[in-house]
């Protein structure tokens, strides 16, 4: 948790502010998730902190949403093509991974629990 929070905080994702009147926060919370290594040995423990979605309103703190995903067929049809033309694969595992975009809406979240 400590891991994630700082890097949120060094990527100037937040600003803390005082919650206006006309405005209701987005609740977040921690989702916990092992990482083991190939033998099954816990590698590390990972924490993420995550915006319940479901509590946002169309039009008021968001307009568009963007998930990217990678299709099964399209992560095989890339080994076979690496096998088939002799390339190396290297596999990378990103820590903290942000978008750079930009907000139009004002988003308020509430603090995470244990913070």
Known sequence: ????????????TWSLTP???????????WVYKIKHNSDGS????????????????EGVNFHDTFSP????IYVRCLL????????SLHQLDVHNAFLHGDLAEEIY???PPGL
């Open 19 to 29: 919650l206006p009147a006309s405005k209701t926060p987005i609740i977040c919370r």
């Open 42 to 57: 816990i590698e590390r423990y990972k924490a993420r902190l995550v915006a319940k979605g479901f509590t946002q309103l």
């Open 69 to 72: 995903m990678a299709k099964i």
């Open 1 to 12: 948790m400590h891991t994630e929070l700082q890097a949120l905080q060094e990527n100037g």
């Open 109 to 111: 979240m509430s603090p």
């Open 80 to 87: 076979a093509l690496a096998t088939s033309c002799g390339w």
